[in-house]
């Protein structure tokens, strides 16, 4: 590319840190991914171009969340230039043989920064290709000839270089005004063979993290690591992926044993992410999705079913009519493609008032056609009842909960039953909040009630104190309706109290019996007795009761306290809710102190009735999430497995709860903190498993609500994932999340952002204003979003732990390094550049082979410090599950030749026993000379050796000398007056 482009552009007079993320990305089967994404913070060149399709010039600060775009060279630059695009704060110029990234200089007397990538041994002629061309298009203007103006020059999303090396293609693409790029590896094509080069770069290196540095004029460019994994089963196989220097300023890819005939994948990824819903408010509330991974999201509208402003088209549409909404709230129900590609059906219910849903949940008599249950509240005199007769919906000037189940041959929406349910009287209000589905299709719905005594529907043999309220302002209800709506089985109070006490959540066991979780200000919560938390001890507390299987009675309570306010939102079973689960909560505290107990937090964190050290103890922001781990069967303080907060500096809340099949809790809700902690990942080198790639990195929202999703592993101890969902203006919120059997996470909410993070071919991806928000792509109402995300490489599946029986061939290699060692177990899936380490230094390169049974690694030279004994060092070998070691001695044998290191060294260091070693190179025959002095200078001992070249060892007897430290002067004498000689070094003797 001609180097005078570089003077055609303006920049601004500072330079920002440039992050490049470079991974290896899911594809089509078959094909491996490895991409870069460019990640700068600062605006591009003002006003050479013009965007037709652009209504107005976006302010600098919101750049980076403008649709990126790629340029076909049609003359408005240098002519070796295919394609150009403006990304946020660098211009990047894509040539037939190298990619140049032109970046502002450091100050304004500097020179633009430029930093060329090239494909060494690349295909010179690949074909070039403009990809997914977009609506819009650009025109130049310069000068005043018309002649030389370029009108209307098209804009592509996807740039293609065809076959830069044989079987891999490079596709370069915008994501949130930043750059990624992709080398596709076809099946049996080398990813080997894929050779980077920079030039521009005054250094390059690999951090301790496997990145990639490239040291430029006023700032650094980053490649992040790539990490890399495999759906092998069903499950999250990780495979081994890193940079590798090779010469002067030039990268590989190191790619570890994979299977050929499948994809390779990032970190968490957006898959599909969507908005939903038309022209005015729409709310998701709760989701479920089915054994296919199609979801099921439910909440409510103030758009049209249809029509323009109306919902987007769905294949099938639900026979229930519903009433005049008259700008009212009506109920919908959406079914999703398991691509979320298309709106498989979608039903509405409502009348003339307020009709709102809050929970939903799916039956197992079918994997892709399941029953779904419904319940919510309605203000409505007119909400459709269908099927079997339980109670009319004449909330007067109140509130019913409502029930309805709806099955779906051919998938089409339709009614089983449709109740209200509730206490009527004048204005008070009745609210259905959670729903569970029992093997039977039972349904069991908790929520909150107003209407105390003989004017709530008591089912069932309950008998106080489970028939009133007592003398609460608002309490639970629990109801079970039989399968099919025959009847309700039992509809019970969850006991007499005093105060407020909310039921938001509920789940059933194998056995039929219900777990309720909410807030309480009450002190009167039956069954907590014995049980983990027996007292009421803040201003508002969270509890956890189970109901028994006839509905008659709480068989357990507790509640879950602090200081302050807190309050359970969400509640899941383990273990298929059979017989030894555990039961996993999840919500919100603003306690400072004494949370979850002071008696909790007082167990023991080592020995004898210990509980473990939990990933976050104490409150951090105004509000924090919570989860905790319970184990009814154990009884008092015990049952309490762990008790964790998540969160930041600022308010965070948690209002949906899923389980993984590794007890692993994701949690999803809002936040308005900018400063989650992202831990590392432990398992892959270069990734942080923090934030879904296509999502945003940061609280974009300026101090208003971004959603968030967050997982905590199984022990509570760690918290290896965490993403910010949300884009400006703030106010998105996620109320639902599940995890279905390959591990992948749904989460949905509601955004009012037009620039919500989406993925192109989701049914309403922004790619044109009527699959924008509010469909029209102008925000100011809330839309419903649907996001799924890639499985967690840590939380997904998971190494084994390394057999602790490791074999090692040869047991011994030089001291100077270089040996390849071969080490044979079990369990070596690992990626990390210490998961083989020799007396605590890396090696210095390793392969695990396709069944992770083999290791090659290359030992490095000895270490100089250590409680090392005769040369034996431990070799260790580690993943995210454990480790294990066994000996691996070094030795000093003497080598040929000149071709060791220069470099000399005294081990072991500590020296324990009578026998100390100097290890050294000689260039030539000759002698050599040691001199050893203790610390006050005396001359301890010395030695004089003739010897050959190559690498040598000299001894002592480092029983003559007493314990303490020591310091040497060698001398290599050549003859003929040829000396070298080292500066002083030290070692340590220890008796």
Known sequence: MNKNLETKMNFLPRMSRVIVAATFMAGSPGSVFAAAALAPTLAPKAG???????????????????????????????????????????????????????????????????????????????????????????????????????????????????SVYPGIDMVYYGKKGNVEHDFIVAPGANPGRILMGFEGAKSVRLDNMGNLILGVEGGEVTYKAPTLFQMIGGKRTSVQGRFMLVGDKHIRFIVGAYDKSKALVIDPELMYSTYLGGSVEDKINAIAVDGTRQAYVTGYSVSAPSGAGGFPAATATSPLAIGPNNGAKDVFVAKLSANGASLMWLAWMGGALDDVAKGIALDTSS??????????????????VAGPAMQACAPNTGTLAFVVELTQPANIPAPVYSTCWGGVSGILTNSGNGIAVDSTGAAYITGTTFVNGPLFPIVGPAAPPYTTMGGASEGVFVMKVAPAGASVAYSMFLGTSNGITRGNTIAVDSLFQAWVGGMTTATTLPSVGGHFAAANVGTSDGFVSQVNAAGTATLYGTYINGNSDQEVTALKLNNGGAPGYHVFAAGWTVSPTDFPSTAYLLLPTVGPGSRPLVYQKDLVGADDPFIIRINPAAG????????????????????????????????????????????????????????????????????????????????????PFFSYLGATPGGQEATGIVIDDLHNI?????????????????????????????????????????????????????????????????????????????ITGTGFV??????????????????????????????????????????????????????????????????????????????PSPATGSKGNFAYCMALPGTVRIRVYNTIGDLATKVEDPKGSGQQLSTINTARLASGVYLYLMEKDYGGGNVTRTGAKKFVVKH
């Open 48 to 162: 050479i171009a013009i965007p037709a399709a652009a209504a107005k010039a976006p302010a600098q600060g919101a750049l980076s969340k403008v649709s990126l775009f790629f340029e076909k060279n049609r003359g408005q630059t240098d002519a070796s230039v295919k394609f150009l695009t403006r990304a946020a704060g660098y211009n990047l110029y894509l040539t037939g043989t190298e990619a140049v990234m032109v970046l502002p200089p450091a100050n304004a007397a500097k020179a633009a920064v430029v930093v060329r990538m090239k494909m060494t041994g690349a295909n010179a002629k690949a074909a070039v290709q403009g990809q997914n061309v977009l609506p819009g298009h650009t025109s130049y203007m310069y000068g005043n000839n018309p002649a030389k103006w370029q009108i209307g020059v098209e804009q592509y999303a996807k740039v293609k270089f065809s």
């Open 367 to 384: 994997p892709s056609t399941p029953k779904v249950f419904i319940t919510g509240v309605t203000a409505s005199p007119t909400f459709p």
């Open 636 to 719: 008092g303080i015990q049952e309490m497995v762990f008790a964790t907060h998540l969160g930041a500096t600022g308010a965070d809340r948690a209002y949906a709860l899923a389980l993984d099949a590794n007890d692993n809790s994701y949690i999803a809700g809002w936040t308005l903190s900018s400063d989650w902690t992202l831990a590392a990942d432990p398992v892959t080198p270069g990734a942080n498993g923090i934030n879904v790639t296509g999502a945003t990195t940061s609280n974009t929202t300026s101090g208003g609500r971004d959603a968030f999703v967050a997982a905590i592993n199984s022990a509570g101890q760690f918290q």
């Open 746 to 822: 749904y989460v949905a909410g509601f955004t009012g952002s037009a620039i919500f993070p989406l993925v192109t071919g989701s049914l309403e991806d922004s790619s044109t204003a009527a699959k924008s928000i509010n469909r029209t792509g102008t925000a100011g109402a809330f839309d419903g979003f649907v996001t799924k995300i890639a499985p967690v490489l840590l939380l997904g599946g998971g190494a084994v732990p390394p057999t602790c029986t490791l074999s090692v061939n040869p047991v011994n290699g030089y001291a100077l390094g270089g040996t390849s060692v071969t």
């Open 830 to 907: 690992i990626a990390s550049t210490n998961a083989v380490t020799f007396g605590g230094v890396n090696a210095v390169s390793y392969e695990v082979n396709s069944s992770s049974t083999v290791i090659i690694a290359m030992v490095p030279r000895h270490p100089l410090g250590g409680a090392l004994t005769l040369g034996q060092v431990a070799l260790t070998v580690t993943n995210n599950q454990g480790s294990c070691s066994t000996a691996y001695s070094y030795v000093a044998s003497p080598g040929t030749g000149a071709s060791c290191g220069s470099d000399d060294y005294f081990f």
